[in-house]
């Protein structure tokens, strides 16, 4: 792989881009591309570069992807300032605890890690099953519900 491209595909899996919050990705895209395509965008955020072809009889050729990942958004905080969430788009409940996670927050930038019941704690019954979302909670190392709104709001988007 050139080493162009390989940069291009680093930026682009980087930019934090969960459903609904695409912009950081579609940024990406949107750089590496005006060099030598007409670029537009729509009002439903897509975005469109278009290279014309040389030559009589040229090809019309459409590549098409999208921009979003899969991601979490916080949708409570609890009094111990543990952030509660809900799943944006197909999140397996088997693989969260224990994932590093980032709030991306109007005040940047936010670490987690996701947490759940621990296993002493549990009923018998409980242990062999997979924790549910609702269950899960992320940790921000926040003291309490008030340290942790200082950092994070409800609806912040998050990502893996």
Same mark, same amino acid.
């Given at each position: ?6 940069? !291009? ?17 579609? +940024?990406? !895209? ?14 439903? /955020? ?11 009889? +040229? ?6 992807? $999208? ?17 509660? !969430?809900? *799943?944006? /788009?197909?999140?397996?409940? $088997? ?15 936010? @670490? ?7 296993? $002493? ?5 409980? +242990? ?14 926040? *003291?309490?519900?008030?340290? @942790? ?5 409800? /609806?912040?988007?998050?990502? !893996?």
């Amino acid at each position: 792989m050139r080493t162009e491209s390989f940069a !291009f595909l680093s930026s682009l899996v980087a930019a934090p881009s969960p459903s609904g919050y695409e912009q950081p990705a579609q +940024r990406v !895209f949107r750089a590496y591309i005006e060099p030598f395509a007409a670029v537009t965008s729509d009002v439903l /955020g897509n975005v469109y570069g278009c290279i014309e072809g040389k030559g009589a009889g +040229r090809p019309r050729v459409m590549l098409v992807g $999208h921009s979003d990942e899969i991601g979490l958004q916080i949708r409570y905080i609890d009094d111990n300032g543990f952030l509660c !969430f809900g *799943a944006i /788009g197909g999140v397996d409940a $088997h693989l969260t605890p224990g994932q590093r996670v980032t709030v991306q927050s109007g005040t940047g930038a936010v @670490a987690g890690v996701i947490g759940r019941k621990p296993i $002493h704690l549990m009923e018998a019954k409980d +242990r062999d099953s997979v924790t549910k979302l609702e269950n899960q909670y992320i940790d921000i190392g926040a *003291a309490d519900r008030k340290e @942790a709104e200082k950092l994070v709001r409800i /609806g912040d988007p998050v990502t !893996f």
